[in-house]
């Protein structure tokens, strides 16, 4: 990919510009099954970190284009053809949507479970959190991997990966942390906690 193209989320995920909403979902999934590692021919074209940073800017692209809000300013700053490629990159992006929706936070769920108090106080001294645990979590407090990917606003693909810890359908390593991030916020967790010891685990998992 041309380092001229690496901000057109359009030409990553091959959507013109007027493309409907169904569309951008459709050619997310499209491109994230071509450059999964589950897809061994890709290794015949790109090497395993071309493909993996390959799969870090389609992500993007999705977060971007996915986002009805994000999708505008973004769409303001690419036609315009003032902007500079900083100001087209994701993290240019979110910025600017934070200054339109300062108080924008990560929905928490409704407390719609019967409470175990026996779990809850495992919960709360627990210090070993890998991706069976906060499956267990997610599963006690009956939310779905649906109702959490609307929550996080992270794909539901990603979010049974990350409790199946397999690194072979995940981001590079520091996006991985982000929805870990996030999971645990939407489960009402110690984000850090969970966070700091997932990755050691994650990490061990990818050998380093």
């Known amino acids: 990919m041309q380092a001229t193209s690496r901000y057109n989320y359009y030409e990553v995920l091959e959507l013109t510009a007027n493309a409907p909403q169904h ?5 997310y999934e499209r491109a994230r099954s071509t450059y999964s590692g589950d897809n061994p021919a890709i290794y015949t074209i790109f090497s395993e970190q071309e493909a993996r940073e390959l799969l870090v800017v389609i992500e993007e692209a999705y977060q971007v284009l996915g986002n009805k809000i994000l999708r505008n300013i973004y769409d ?6 003032r902007s500079s490629l900083n100001d ?20 928490k769920p409704a407390a719609a ?29 009956k939310i779905t991997t649906q109702r959490m990917s609307e929550i996080t606003k992270i794909n539901s693909y990603y979010v049974t990966a990350i409790e199946n810890m397999d690194p072979g359908n995940l981001p590079v390593v520091v996006f991985v ?16 906690k969970v966070a700091d010891s997932y990755m050691t685990h994650f990490k061990n998992k990818l050998g380093k």
Do not use: H
Request: glycine letters at 6%.
């Open 113 to 141: 479970y019967q409470k175990d108090e026996s779990f809850e106080k495992e919960i709360a001294a627990r210090t070993d959190w890998d991706g069976a645990f906060l499956k267990k979590v997610r599963e006690y407090k």
């Open 177 to 192: 942390r982000g929805y870990v991030v996030q999971i645990a916020k939407a489960l009402g967790l110690d984000e850090k």
């Open 23 to 27: 569309e951008v979902t459709t050619a």
């Open 76 to 81: 303001q700053r690419l036609l315009s053809g």
């Open 88 to 107: 087209l990159t994701y993290e240019s992006i979110l910025e600017a949507s934070k200054q339109v929706f300062p108080e924008t936070k990560v929905e």
